[in-house]
């Protein structure tokens, strides 16, 4: 089902989950992160990831900055640009209450993508993105293991912290996603 690459487990040709799988774990995924970062104390939001230069707020923003990425390109045709994944949050949101807004807002977003137009989408259609072809499916994969990558990162930091993770995704959610191996990984975009 899976052939590793370059960190990477990507699905064999043919095996990708289809759209609707997709688009409900991307629902779960932005619905973990949002309960996974509510756990983490407002005094340990800004602590920097061990060895990286993101925060434990920034983590958080950089999940639904992906999927919200993903949904200005299905919606607007806005392309994927290299550094698009690098953008942080605003310095005046400043606190755990605006990112987890900010997540609620992407995942609305995300569902009204869906309902009005995403199950309609052609995604043999191909996706205008910076790292190579591909379809709007294996984009749609791709966003999707991307941000379930990250919230992995997310619940190893609610742990770090002292504290059960609450609900995190569980490995069978991960199948037949494209996931990186290694949780902290250079391999990630």
């Known amino acids: 089902m899976v052939e590793p690459g370059n960190g990477w487990i990507t699905p064999k040709a043919g095996c ?59 919606t607007l045709s806005r392309p994927l640009v290299e550094g698009d994944y690098d953008r942080t949050p605003p310095p005046f949101w400043g606190t755990k209450g605006s990112i987890l807004a ?20 052609d995604f043999a259609a191909p996706a205008n993105i910076y790292y190579g072809t591909q379809s709007s499916l294996e984009y749609f994969a ?15 930091v609610v742990q770090h912290l002292g504290l059960e993770p609450d609900r995190p995704l569980n490995c069978d959610f991960y199948s037949g996603l494209p996931m990186p191996t290694d949780i902290w990984g250079s391999s990630s975009r």
């Open 102 to 121: 900010y997540g609620r807002d992407v995942q609305t977003r995300l569902h009204t993508w869906w309902m009005e137009s995403g199950k309609g989408t």
């Open 16 to 74: 990708l989950l289809p759209p609707t799988e997709l688009y409900h774990r991307l629902t779960l995924v932005q619905v973990a992160a949002q309960r996974l970062f509510a756990q983490i104390p407002a005094d340990a939001v800004e602590r920097q990831l061990s060895g990286r230069s993101r925060s434990y707020a920034g983590l958080a923003f950089h999940i639904f900055h992906i999927t919200e990425l993903f949904i200005a390109h299905m």
């Open 142 to 156: 791709s966003t999707t293991a991307h941000a379930a990558h990250h919230v992995r990162q997310l619940a190893v």
